[in-house]
């Protein structure tokens, strides 16, 4: 059989075009990132208030002399100091802002309630971790930091901070203010106790 010139080239041109092309490796890369959002932690935790022991014939004065008293006179230091006291503490993450509420059981208040009377206290906070906090009321209250039922702001350190302060005895001289005299006997050998309440937010 004899084959032309011209279609054995077409041919062999259609054949060329058949053969596959063998393909070259080859490698890319690319980098991504793994995050976990971590949202601060925060606690707080009461304490049992020691005011002291104190006998039943002592006065009211005489507790007052030691923590601190409020009356006519305004707020007076007593010899235990201005941070006789611990409240408890807060442990909020390190550089967490938060705010810590505490009330006594009359708001800004706290109050026993000894032989039918109301033996009224002001919890005053001087001191969170440490750190010396503003005063409340300076006209009132000047040098013994916040009030119970003030917002105290801070930032967390990742340890506890612990809230120190002391309790103001309400103090009557005259009856013009105040629920106790500083002469009047404390009259009781039973334990006396007041509830505190703790917000923490953050």
Same mark, same amino acid.
């Given at each position: ?16 075009? /058949? ?9 890319? !890369? ?31 004065? &005489? ?18 100091? #201005? ?15 938060? @705010? ?5 059981? &009359? ?5 026993? #309630? ?6 009224? #206290? ?12 503003? &005063? /409340? ?29 002391? #309790? ?5 001289? !005259? ?18 106790? @007041? ?8």
């Amino acid at each position: 059989m004899i084959i032309s010139k011209s279609l054995f080239r077409t041919a062999l041109a259609l054949g060329l075009v /058949a053969v596959p092309v063998s393909a070259q490796a080859g490698t890319t !890369t690319a980098v991504s990132n793994v995050a976990v959002e971590l949202a601060a932690q925060c606690t707080v935790t009461g304490a049992t208030v020691n005011m002291g022991t104190y006998r039943s014939t002592q006065t009211w004065g &005489d507790v007052a002399s030691v923590l601190g008293s409020y009356g006519e006179n305004g707020a007076v230091e007593g010899s235990a100091g #201005m941070e006789a006291l611990e409240f408890g503490s807060v442990n909020c993450s390190a550089g967490a802002p938060y @705010t810590l509420v505490v009330t006594g059981n &009359d708001t800004n208040n706290s109050y026993f #309630m000894v032989n039918e009377q109301f033996i009224f #206290m002001i919890p005053m906070f001087k001191s969170l971790g440490g750190t010396p906090l503003p &005063d /409340a009321n300076t006209s009132q209250f000047g040098g013994f930091g916040t009030r119970a039922s003030f917002p105290i702001s801070h930032v967390g350190t990742g340890a506890p901070q612990v809230l120190r302060g002391t #309790m103001l005895i309400g103090i009557e001289e !005259t009856g013009a203010f105040g629920t106790v005299h500083p002469q009047q006997q404390i009259g009781t050998t039973e334990q006396l106790s @007041t509830p505190l309440s703790y917000v923490l937010t953050f």
